[in-house]
């Protein structure tokens, strides 16, 4: 069984929404007249890393067998250059996965700065500015010398390498607080908008629009 198909199905359906949505938004800014900010060219930049990531990850599927079954029949040195070219594909989606929703996050916030410009939750944006941009740098790091020499990450070949990190709990919390903040950043804007004199309905439909946009 291959979920070859699978794969590239998921990364070319998210890629053309994410293409459909910044061609909107490019076009809200032409018919508004309103000039581009950080947050703007933070979203391209989110963009184009992304596609690098779907561009890893289709190289990877079609090539290295992601997402397929290695057939009995390979070689051991085939097999195992299968392993070392897949531990590269995988420290290459690292990294532009963190870049990717971490200036995501930082455009949102940006966003946020932008629109809410008296507003008592500017203090919050700062410090989730701060946290979110702390976050993309400790990822960073930790991904790229998860391993001395860095190659050791994907070439288990080199001898005395220290590869000190866990996989599965760094993994772990870093979705965690990945997840964390996202709820955090989503909460933001409903603090103000619950305080606006509308009826709950209404506060309700302008959530749902900030929860749409930042999906």
């Known amino acids: ?31 508004t007249k309103v000039p581009w900010w950080y947050d703007d060219y933070l979203c391209v930049g989110a963009f184009v890393v992304g596609i690098g990531y779907n561009v890893v990850m289709i190289y990877w599927a079609l090539t290295w067998y992601l997402g397929t079954t290695i057939p009995d029949s390979v070689s051991d040195e085939r097999y195992e250059e299968i392993n070392l070219h897949a531990r590269l594909m995988q420290f290459l989606i690292s990294l532009t996965y ?9 455009s949102i916030l940006l966003f946020y700065w932008r629109i ?12 989730m500015l701060g946290i979110s941009g702390a976050w993309l740098i400790l990822r960073t790091f930790m991904v790229i010398f998860h391993c001395i020499p860095v190659q050791a990450y994907w070439d288990k070949s080199i001898e005395n390498a220290v590869c000190k990190i866990n996989d599965s709990q760094f993994f772990f919390a870093t979705c965690l607080t990945h997840f964390i903040l996202d709820v955090v950043i989503l909460a933001l804007p409903v603090i103000e908008v619950f305080k606006l004199r509308l009826r709950l309905g209404q506060k309700i439909a302008i959530t749902a629009l900030f929860a749409l946009g930042f999906m």
């Open 1 to 31: 069984m291959s979920l070859k198909s699978d794969i590239i199905s998921a990364m070319v359906i998210t890629w053309v929404s994410a293409l459909l949505a910044l061609i909107a938004r490019v076009f809200a800014r032409r018919m």
């Open 98 to 106: 963190s870049y990717s929703i971490g200036l995501s996050k930082l």
């Open 116 to 127: 809410f410009k008296q507003s008592a939750i500017r203090i919050p944006i700062q410090v």
